[in-house]
């Protein structure tokens, strides 16, 4: 039905010599069939998606052909491809929030696409876009057809997302990375609601992905980019049994996968009091505006959180959007203070330490954040950067010895010394996260906590830091406290593993226990939503139903 | 929502009285006494004092103050010592000018402003984009009484369509106060239009950059259907904001339009005066002008929930 | 859009506000005639006639008067913009940095402030001081604390927000070194934009006042003034009232294509004019 051939897009005007953005890609797709396309970021994946539908971005042309319904999409007139658009092609975007438009009702927005190209009047499409919003699963449809998109969660957005995209009966979905901003229990009930549209309406879907995981679990063919060219494709279980090309070689192996890594035989064994304590944390946030009396709403961030991080280890925290931790990570770091509750760091109540002696805890405990864009300062070489937290040692090295410990530390972290001299711009996402974590060694800290450290990085770039992270572990015996909402990380990495859920730790243990023993329904379900690639292909898809968590 | 007005309601009032506090601490602290500045350096000291009496001047300032504010919430102003009369009758009279001039100066601004910026920003980067932009430099590099200057050349002077200036009362007809008007206004409303046209072409090509544009465009909405259903509405609300900042340049230029065009409104009062030294009608002018800039503000804000749904939810 | 084409504001404002910049620093020094000098049998001659530019009512020269109007204007407008800026960008960064009820507070006064248009805080100062360069540049100064204190704001919560800060604190900074050594460096392009883009309008203003009689006292030529006078000539030497406008709005196109031209140039993302 879809079939794509040497399709290749530039950047640039047409007749000069310009950059292309793909190269000469082809592939088939049959009704009913789900093609995956898998790739880092700058594969040209998205603006390959883009391309069939004929929504490039100003300034890229394309080439080749696209044959879709016996038409050339790519000579259609832009009237002709406006009958094409939304009638017999759908398309659902990446950021349910800013995919719809904030300031119209999700039915209206639902309703248009129906009037527009059916004509039809205003109650029909209306009672047509009911009758979608109970397909993709909206509870109290009835009710949220007249809901503005900002009072919907992320997963009813979505949910809207695809409405709109299924609202003339396409024969075609496209859907641009639709599950990457949503949390992973979410993600599952998206990508069970794909495959159930492909199997009842018989369309056909391509999916666009970073994540293999995605792909593995949805797609029933793959297609594997780099740099904007195909790199293989095939059936999604060859593929994932029998990766001919070293790049998708690489991608699979860089994936986190269970137990691929043998954990840290040194944890320190459980007598030993633990590094960091945390006794009661509690922390209430005033939201929405101030009464004319009364006292602010208030919005309990954390509840009552218990947790002990042992020396010598890596210990993961998991929880999806919302779970608080984030929060947890400020107040473990004593950057802000909790409503109640006691931080013990080597035995000591920060909070109950005066301001100066806090100082000169400081260096014992740093931390490292998710942007490697927004973490380092664009106006500061990369030297003060990393020596800004020496100032918390009690002889402040000065001159030379500084430039030293500067240099020994990026090298520690796999940089070169001349590189303190460098703006932050001139490194790639990876390198900025070494030299965070630099920053974060420089006084030899006896913990470090990484929040979503290596969310915002590729997959083999991902593989690279967390190695780096173990052998911080090994080598200089850091603890670490590894905040994250990707399981699949934790599980490669963590040798205990508290699951937060709503400001509570729902459960905590070693490693081994939670991932093989979980006790409680939210870690299991959780467990459950994660994409995980098996040899087999299409991987578990389903999910045990847990009344007491909303639908997404 | 009801607690969101309220909200800002209170906020209105605390902001309109701390204001009046700053009026009537500037014109008490700074020297120079009211009196001995109206009736000049030769004056008798015993009319001085009976002046000083009769303006209250003997009176402690937080007694004075709360006379003002209250006077003035009660609709009395003082009497002006140059007319002669009530300064509330004489800014109900001058606002019967200024008002219209500034509500046809700001619709003129839009009417221009609107079509430019989304005509520039669809075609952005092309020869209507740079025309729009040029045109929005231009008006915005001149005084807006110099503009009103040349239109007195061209339209008055040289054509003689319109009257160079003055203005002939509500009682003369409508159709006649309006034409006295119609230059005025375009002499504020052009450079307006300039700031409101940048404003609009940005906030257009804001949301077309967002998604859900390009979801509408996947609909198989045409480029056309597509600015005007779902980008124009939502880039409205970065411009009206602007309406409602610049409505205090709108005022400042109306102070100086009205006396190029030697029409009897506020500004002119103000000015007039300032040149006869009748501090208590600038106190009450400046005040009164202050006063509605804060109040278009509020219904500025007001008009947010509106235009933007996801404020209403904030309760 | 060309590289080229996207300098263009940027190369345009600097060369004209260097140009105006240069001849208001000569007029200091020198200008054809004494700016101030009457010679009523030379009166109201046209352009060409009698110097450059022509003469005014009194017979002065209108070159000169619009050399030494240039100096007037600018250094009215620079120091009301240096007030302006060094009190708006103080309470900015102090407002970010500390934040709760002292932000709302300053913030809330700014609005205030704002409410009061250069025109009238001139005609209430003018009043009580009398008019003159002081009263001018008190009115156009406080008029533009809002203005800078609330650019400053929003650009110094935002570096507020970023995680270096959070690293900053991490290492045990406190909020006035994280203020000059991470806020000021990270929101001084933005203040700089605001200076140029201010100081064209502080130019608008001045002329306006001066045009009320409002500005430098007479006889120091102000195009304001020499506008105001022009109105009464407005059939019989309409070149009077053309030729100060063209200079005000040379100044202020300057000012403000070097205020867009700076901001494309720090903010890459905003394309075009």
Known sequence: MLSVSDLSIALGPPGMPSPQVVRDVSFHLAAGRTLGIVGESGAGKSVLLRALIGLLPDGMRASGTVAFEGRDLLRLSEADMCRVRGARIGMIFQEPMSALNPARRVGEQIAEGIRWHRGVPAAAARAEALRLLERVRIPDAGRRIDAFPHELSGGQRQRVGIAIALATRPALLLADEPTTALDVTVQAEILDLFDELVAELGVALVIVSHDFGVIARIADDTLVMKDGARVEAGGTADVLRAPGHPYTQRLLAAMPRRAAVPRSSGVAPAEEAPLLQLRGITRDYPVGPTPLWGRREKLRALDGVDLDVPVGSIFGIVGESGSGKSTLARIAMALERPTAGRVQFAGEDLFALPERDLRLRRRQFQMVFQDPYGSLDPRVRIGRTIAEPLDLLPDVPHGAEREKLVAQTLESVGLKAEDARRFPHQFSGGQRQRIAIARAIITRPRLVIADEAVSALDVSVQAQILDLLRELRDSHGITIAFITHNLAVLQAIADHVAVMNRGRIVEAGPARAIFDAPREAYTRRLLAAQPVITAGGRGSRSIPPSPSLPAG | MLSIIARRFAGLLLTLTVMSAAVFVVMEVVPGDPAAIQLGTSARPDTLAALRASMGLDQPALVRYLAWVGGMLHGDFGTSFTYGVPVAGLIAERLAVTLPLAVMAIVLSTLIAIPLGVLAAARHGKAADYGATLFAQLCLAVPNFWIGLLLIVVFAVGLGWFPAGGFPGWSAGIGASLKALLLPALALALPQSAVLARVMRAAVLDVMGEEFVATARAKGLTRRATLWRHVVPNALVPVVTILGLQFSFLIAGAVLVENVFVLPGLGRLAFQALAQRDLLVIRDVVMFLAALVVVVNFLVDMAYLVLDPRLRGRT | ?273
């Open chain 3, 1 to 273: 859009m060309s590289a080229a084409l996207r300098r263009l504001p940027l190369l345009l404002g600097g060369l004209l506000t260097a140009t105006i910049l240069g001849i208001s620093l000569l007029s200091l020094v020198w200008t054809p005639e004494t700016p101030t000098r009457m010679r009523f049998a030379l009166k109201l001659r046209p352009p060409l006639a009698q110097g450059l530019l022509g003469t005014d009512h009194f017979g002065r020269d209108v070159v000169s008067m619009l050399m030494a109007g240039a100096w007037n204007s600018l250094s009215i407008a620079g120091l009301a913009v240096l007030l302006g800026a060094s009190v708006g960008t103080l309470l900015g960064l102090t407002a970010a940095a500390r934040g709760g009820l002292l932000d709302s507070l300053l913030m809330r006064l700014a609005d205030i402030l704002f409410a009061f248009p250069a025109v009238l805080s001139a005609i209430m100062l003018g009043a009580l001081m009398g008019p003159g360069a002081l009263t001018a540049i008190i009115a156009i100064g406080v008029f533009m604390v809002p203005v800078f204190a609330r650019v400053t704001r929003s650009a110094a919560v935002q570096v507020w927000a970023r995680d270096y800060v959070l690293a900053a604190r991490a290492a045990g900074k406190g909020a006035s070194r994280i203020t000059l050594e991470h806020v000021l460096p990270n929101v001084s392009g933005q203040i700089i934009v605001q200076v140029a883009l201010q100081f064209g309008l502080a130019v608008l203003t001045e002329a306006g006042l001066s045009f009320l009689g409002l500005g430098v006292a007479p006889p120091a030529p102000t195009w304001g003034r020499m506008l105001a006078d022009a109105q009464t000539y407005l059939s019989a030497a309409p070149h009077l009232a053309l030729v100060p406008g063209i200079a005000i709005g040379l100044t202020v196109l300057g000012f403000n294509l070097l205020g867009d031209g700076l901001r494309d140039l720090l903010d890459p993302r905003r394309g075009g004019g």
